[in-house]
């Protein structure tokens, strides 16, 4: 696969990169024209309040919120095992890559009226195999950073350094293809036995409990999935081939792909194209809203949304939307089809959450951009595993909006610092630290006047800020981008020494 495929698909290159694993599943998604929704450009269509658990139903639960510039989500409402698109959440792993992929391939189970318990089951199983390609088969044989280089993948771990590299290695760790068949097997085996005893035998693993993350959802989700228009999309807009109506077919079906993509088995594509995995997802998204309106509004908007589940035609509904719209008071079509993938040229992409987003990140500056340069970067900013903290930096050429981006980046972006050090080392700055040239703007932002300051984020998130010479800044900002021996920076051991006992210099450690 080339990258540019990639990016059409809505997923970043690196995901794709990063493991033999991935580049199977990326490969098969690619044959089934599997689509990812940007998280960030996807407007969220309200969850109507009688599909809620008593416990969500408190204003504002469960809703999607920016804080500088992260768009938080609801664990069990933002994901669907039934969704038919993947989603792209710039600021997770590029491992989300191929686990959102594989869910799609797995496939779900479902049947009209269920009680919790199948729910669970379902929900349970269909998470097995995307787990198993999480945390073990794409260990096999991504690359580390040097420090990780021998270590695996706990639950609760991240490396920034490791997911800058994100390459295949030849240095395999062939230990965690058994570990993972291992896992699956035991995962399936409780499945078996929670639906022979019609209770719920979980089997957790560290910090892992499938079991219980599986309950929690399907008490999230029981209402809409055996919901009456739940039942009617099922029935009218989703081929039969993409879900199971037996837990134990879906074991079948998570053994099944497991062999298709560690043994290279053959795999049966579902013949459905990129336009009708949008359709299925349009058409839900219509029976979803329609459940909040009233009735008056509903029943003219259900006539729409089923006329466009019967005949596909995605224009004719787009404009009786827009033309319904001037009437009621309801999202507008550029929300509704705010899908976080394209449409035409110009529905698909939210500009409006991302312009949110940026208003979180920069509420000091956001006033310095105009139109534009807003358009300039929604049109680019595709195929990005970064925060949006990152994606913008080098984009608006506006130097105290790179500062407060900066300022507001969230911890997880920031790369953990290693103590040790030998002074014969090559170093490089550490992406905590960053030296700007002073201006009116940056000065009225941190009220520091020097010609040049270092800034550094400390492990605690304390901002802590370094006036600089004009002389001393001029030489320092040069080395910003590359590796160099300390004695390349001529500053005094004193100096040096500061630098690297609070991490703003690291050593450039090769992966």
């Known amino acids: 696969m080339q990258d540019k495929d990639i990016i059409r698909m809505g997923a970043d290159p690196k995901d794709y990169h990063r493991s033999s694993v991935s580049k199977r599943i990326f490969a098969l998604a690619q044959e089934n024209q599997l689509l990812f929704a940007h998280y960030e450009y996807r407007w969220p269509v309200p969850v109507p309040e009688h599909w809620l658990h008593s416990s969500m139903r408190e204003e504002g639960q469960g809703a999607s919120y920016w804080q500088s510039g992260v768009l938080f989500e609801s664990k069990y409402q933002a994901f ?4 038919a698109v993947c989603n792209f959440h710039p600021g997770q792993s590029s491992k989300w890559g191929a686990h959102e992929l594989c869910h799609k391939l797995v496939g779900y189970a479902w049947r009209p009226n269920e009680n ?81 005893k019609q209770r719920i035998i979980s089997a957790p693993y560290f910090s892992l409990n499938l079991a219980d993350d599986a309950y929690h959802y399907s008490l999230s989700q029981l209402e809409r999935l055996n919901s009456d228009v739940y039942i009617e999309y099922m029935k009218e807009a989703v081929p ?38 949008a359709y299925m997802d349009i058409s839900f998204r219509g029976l979803e809203l329609a459940e909040s309106m009233d009735t008056e509004l509903k029943s003219i908007f259900l ?15 787009l404009a009786e939307y827009q033309a319904l719209q001037e009437d009621y008071e309801m999202p507008s079509a550029r929300e509704f089809f705010g899908t976080g993938y394209e449409i035409n040229n110009e529905f698909g ?17 956001y006033e310095l951009l105009n139109d534009d340069e807003i358009d300039e970067f929604v049109k680019s900013d595709r195929g990005n595993r970064e925060y949006l903290g990152q994606r913008i930096q080098g984009h608006f050429k506006i ?22 050090f030998n002074v014969k080392s090559k170093f490089k700055w550490s992406n905590r630290a ?35 010479s004009d002389a001393e800044g001029a030489k320092l900002i040069k080395y910003q981008k590359q590796t160099f021996y300390l004695d390349e920076l001529k500053v005094s051991l004193e100096d040096a020494d500061f630098y690297v006992q609070n991490h703003i210099l690291v050593e450039a450690r090769e992966g």
């Not at 669907?80 to 969704?83: A, G, K, Q, V």
């Not at 920034?160 to 390459?167: G, K, R």
């Not at 879906?250 to 013949?271: E, G, H, P, Q, T």
């Not at 500009?351 to 208003?359: A, H, N, S, T």
């Open 434 to 468: 960053r030296i700007f040239k002073n201006s009116k703007n940056i000065e009225a932002l941190i009220e520091q006047a020097s010609p040049y300051v270092l800034l550094f984020k400390s492990i605690n998130g304390e901002i802590l800020s370094y006036n600089l």
């Open 399 to 420: 130097d105290a909006i790179e500062v407060e981006a900066f300022i507001n980046q969230p911890q997880g972006f920031f790369e953990k610092s290693y103590g040790a």
């Open 80 to 83: 669907r095992h039934d969704s």
């Open 303 to 317: 006539k729409q949304v089923r006329a466009y589940i019967k005949t596909k035609k995605l224009d004719a509904f």
């Open 240 to 277: 039969a081939t993409l879900y199971t109506q037996s837990i134990e077919d879906l074991i079948k079906r998570v053994r099944y792909v497991a062999s298709a993509l560690m043994d290279n088995s053959s795999f049966s594509n579902y013949n459905i194209s990129r336009e009708n995995w």
């Open 116 to 196: 919790l318990l199948f729910h669970t089951l379902a929900a349970w199983t269909a998470e097995v195999l995307p787990v198993v390609v999480y945390y073990f088969w794409d260990e096999i044989d991504s690359y580390k950073c040097d420090v990780h280089r021998a270590h695996t993948m706990s639950p609760t771990s991240y490396c920034v350094s490791c997911e800058a590299i994100s390459e295949v290695t030849k240095e395999t760790r062939s230990q965690q293809l058994q570990a993972g068949w291992d896992f699956l097997n035991t995962q399936l085996l409780a499945i078996e036995e929670s639906l022979q």
């Open 349 to 365: 992409f939210y500009k409006e959450q991302i312009i949110e987003g940026l208003q979180s990140l920069l509420p000091n500056t």
